[in-house]
DNA sequence: CCCTAATCATACTCCTTGCATGTATTTTCG
DNA sequence: CGAAAATACATGCAAGGAGTATGATTAGGG
């Protein structure tokens, strides 16, 4: 095998991110081994462990990518929102629209939550992280009803990602979810203050 | 190894059951080994390969046990409420707390939702059922509003899970428990068709 | 009393992970 | 500029785990 310039290992280790990315999404995480991913990419097992420690490190990285390109992704979303409760609301039907991506689902949703019990730092806590912020300033600004902002965003970020598998298990995606936005709406409205 | 009676073989396949249960929420699934297994019992990866397929099947029977033992704990909970609305309530705070045992925790909600992807017939389904049934009544009766009663019990679900991993991630377990029963309050209220 | 099927034990095979070591390239520095 | 150190891989090896094949033992029926 030839070895590489300069330039092509600064980029290594990302191509080796997104190929591991596009092949635990196809395959899940337990069904891939690291000779099928050498396989793939065409460098060996040495580069892997250099770069990601194990194969949690791997699977890490990848989340940790993921997690990241979609929490922009909702950023932009909420941003471009009227007020804040419009935004919020916005936010929650990005994340339910996003977790029906097959990457998202598999890796993030499913793989990361039983392999990386409490040893990764964010994973998805990061995105829980956001929306527990935003619950706290509609709770400051009298918009939503006093709570604890982390067992609100917990509990819809869960139901959120449980909906999101439940539309992508049907057949009509569409039409699923857009009975799950309608549920969603539902639970939402109860957060608002009584006026 | 001595021979078993006949009685005692009949009783394999539930004593086997309760050693995969208690190592499975001990050490998780993808931890155990088929030997960490013959090792608790007493018995050999033969026995434990005839009764039960694979790992896999291992695990989807020891699913299928808890899940029926709790849908029994939860059914006996709503069974004493007032009305259906205080029923469903009440069932959805007793989901909470039994989601908080680690059994359910380590071994339901999270291996069994990695390992056995589709392949189980009901995994948790059959919780999310029961819920399903009653959000139906309720809605039928004109005391929830008009939804899809799979979304809705989907979308409550998930959050309830979400919650109770938050809850035991925390180091004062009953305050969290308090405050995402608020939380859960708040979000049930929206159902509720307005007077 | 023998025969068959059920129930378990044991001995393998194959695959995978992680590590240890080797090698080439780059960087650092006197 | 040249050597030493660090970086970025490649490759071979050992340990362990899953699943299977086959053998042994017993129950139960005719």
């Given amino acids: 095998m030839v ?6 290992m600064e980029e290594t280790r ?4 997104a190929t591991a990315r596009r092949v635990f999404t196809g395959h899940g995480y337990a069904d891939t081994s690291m000779d099928d991913l050498t396989a793939q990419a065409n460098l060996t097992r040495g580069a892997l ?27 932009a ?11 919020f609301r916005g936010r929650c039907r990005a994340y339910l629209e996003m977790a029906l991506e097959p990457e998202i689902q598999r890796i993030v949703l499913r793989d990361a ?14 995105c829980i992280q956001s929306m527990q912020r935003m619950i ?3 709770i400051r600004q009298g918009i939503v009803a006093e709570a604890d902002p982390q067992a609100l965003a917990s509990l819809i970020h869960g139901g959120l990602a449980e909906a999101a598998f439940w539309i ?4 009509d995606g ?22």
Avoid: C, M
């Avoid at 462990?49 to 950023?75: C, M, N, P, S, W």
């Avoid at 992508?168 to 057949?171: L, P, S, Y």
């Fill in 3 to 8: 070895r590489r310039t300069r330039a092509e």
């Fill in 14 to 17: 990302a191509t080796r991110l």
């Fill in 49 to 75: 462990y250099y770069h990601f420690g194990d194969k949690k490190g791997l699977l890490a990285a990848v989340v940790e990518q993921i997690d990241a390109e979609t929490d922009q992704r909702r950023q």
């Fill in 77 to 87: 979303v909420s941003d471009t929102a009227e007020d804040a409760w419009e935004g």
């Fill in 113 to 126: 939550r039983a392999v990386l019990d409490g040893t990764s730092p964010d994973s998805q806590r990061h």
């Fill in 136 to 138: 706290d300033n509609l």
């Fill in 168 to 171: 992508a298990d049907g057949e």
């Fill in 174 to 195: 569409s039409a699923r979810l857009a009975q799950a936005v309608d549920a969603l709406e539902l639970s939402l409205r109860g957060l608002l203050v009584k006026r």
